[in-house]
Structure formats: C-alpha cells, structure tokens
C-alpha cells in the first residue's frame, strides 16, 4: 500500500500538461528495440491472482527494483466495451534477506476520469519518434539506490505492441495511468 501511494504521490509531480498531444513513443534509430515485459505482468499477477484484462486497447507499467527491499508491481489500464479506462494495480515486496518471502501490496481499481480516458485514448492511436543514445558508459555506473525501473508496453486496438521506458517519453503517459490521481 504505502509503496503504491508512493507512485500515486509521483504521478502528481509528472501530470502531463492538457495542451501538449501525447503519443507512444517508438525508437526512431537503429539500436535494439525496447523488450516487452507483457511476460512479467503475466507472471506477477499469476502468482497474485490477479487476472490480466483481454481488452484492447490496453496499457501496462511494469516496475521492478529497490536497495534494501524489492518491490515489483504492475499496474494495467484497459479500455472496456463502454470506452471507461478501467485499471488495477498490484504488487509485491520483500525485504533483501536472504529467504525472505513476498508480500503483497493492496490491490488497488479504478476507473479513469472522462479527460484522462480521452488522452490516454488520442496517445495510443499515434506514434512519434523517440532517439535515444547509445552510451560508451552503460553499465559503469550504477543506478541510484532505491532505483525502480518501469517499463510501459502498450497494446493497441487492432493488436500491435509497442513497448519503451518511462524514462524514454513516457513519463505524461505513466502519470495518466498510475492509481491515486
């Protein structure tokens, strides 16, 4: 729970301005494309008992990290029949000892307010160009402690995937997506 308020308390720092259109960010250069983690979700909610919407369009955040603790969450926003965004969000955390179990987190749902549904709908039906950098000190250098790293696959409606970093412009997407807004 506290580390799901947590990501309700960034979303706010990162809401996405109302007059910017967003859109799913795809690599525009020759690296390796971003992995999906649709995997993760899957396995994560499986051993949570949470069942992975089959509705299309859909979006997920998949986070995974920590320093003392490790935390794994996912949080999924799919458009139903009825065009209402509806999300959930799950996860779990376990203190760095060895043979400590998982615990969960509280479930959370919801539905996405009407603005919300209507960006999060305008976003997933456009691309746009995202270049990243290829850096001679990857891996040299380790992330902050406490690092958390989310990733966002996003399943459009007639079924293609696309799948990026928050980090890789798609921060105002996450923000939108995330409980607690």
Request: glycine share 8%; proline share 7%.
């Amino acid at each position: 729970m506290i580390a799901l308020l947590l990501l309700a308390a960034a979303a706010g720092s990162l809401s996405p301005s109302n007059n910017q259109p967003l859109c799913v960010p795809v690599a525009s250069d020759n690296l390796q494309a971003t992995t999906s983690d649709f995997d993760e979700h899957k396995k994560l909610r499986q051993a949570l008992d949470e069942p992975l919407p089959d509705e299309r369009p859909m979006v997920m955040l998949h986070g995974k990290g920590g320093h003392l603790a490790e935390e794994e969450y996912s949080i999924v926003v799919a458009r139903a029949a009825d065009g209402q965004w509806r999300g959930t969000a799950v996860g779990r955390q376990r203190s760095m000892i060895v043979g400590a179990e998982f615990t969960p987190m509280t479930r959370e749902a919801w539905v996405l307010d009407d603005s919300s549904g209507k960006r999060l709908s305008e976003a997933v039906s456009r691309t746009c160009p995202f270049g990243r950098t290829r850096s001679d000190k990857s891996g040299s250098v380790p992330p902050p402690l406490s690092y958390i790293s989310e990733k966002i696959d996003v399943v459009a409606e007639k079924g293609e995937q696309y799948s990026f970093y928050v980090n890789e412009g798609g921060d105002a997407i996450a923000a939108l997506i995330r409980p607690g807004r």
